[in-house]
């Protein structure tokens, strides 16, 4: 079954949110796996708005996943869904995750998002909680992050171990995800279960992402294995 996974740090909307909606929109994708969504003051609001500006609604996240945010279109159904805090390191900003089981046609599958500390002595600590629940999961795993650290770095080799990294999977991880202004780093990730098979990968660099954000989205396409 076909799935179109869209992962995308949207930088608070503190950006051209037309530009962000247009975004999304040309992709099209079945499910958007945000960081920085709205976790404060009117929080449902805002996400609920966010979502219908990509034409998706909202499967979970936002205050209680700390500005993790999980979108589908109308295409997949949303059993069960969850929110995780990370232990707070005081004087840091508190982060989490959240998570959605999920069904398209007869495919069943877990959608997750994550955002990791910019501390990378933090960072570990995030990435194995953040792992431990994937880890656990009986559905087959399709999980996006903002792991704030390249490829080469120890949280990244956490959270993917046993998973197949779709930038890997397409020889495509040259694309560069951070910054819009100067890329230099790919810091963003969409990792999958082995029995999921990576179509095609693409990092969105336009004009229009340009504005949209500080991070470029990463578009992914999948082909789910049937529920056994």
Known sequence: MPLRVVSYNVHSQRDDQAALAAVVRAVAPDVVIVQEAPRRFRWRQKCASLAESFGLVVAVGGLPSLGNLL??????????????????????HMRGAAYADCRVGGARFLLAGSHLSTDPAERPAQAAAFKGELAAADLPVVAGADLNEGPDGPAWATVGAGLTDAAVAADRADRLTYSCADPRRRIDAVFVDPRITVVDYDVVDTPQARLASDHFPVVVDLLLPAAG
């Open 71 to 92: 979108l589908t279109s109308l295409r997949v159904r949303v059993a069960d869904t969850r929110c995780q805090r990370y232990p707070l390191t005081p004087g840091r």
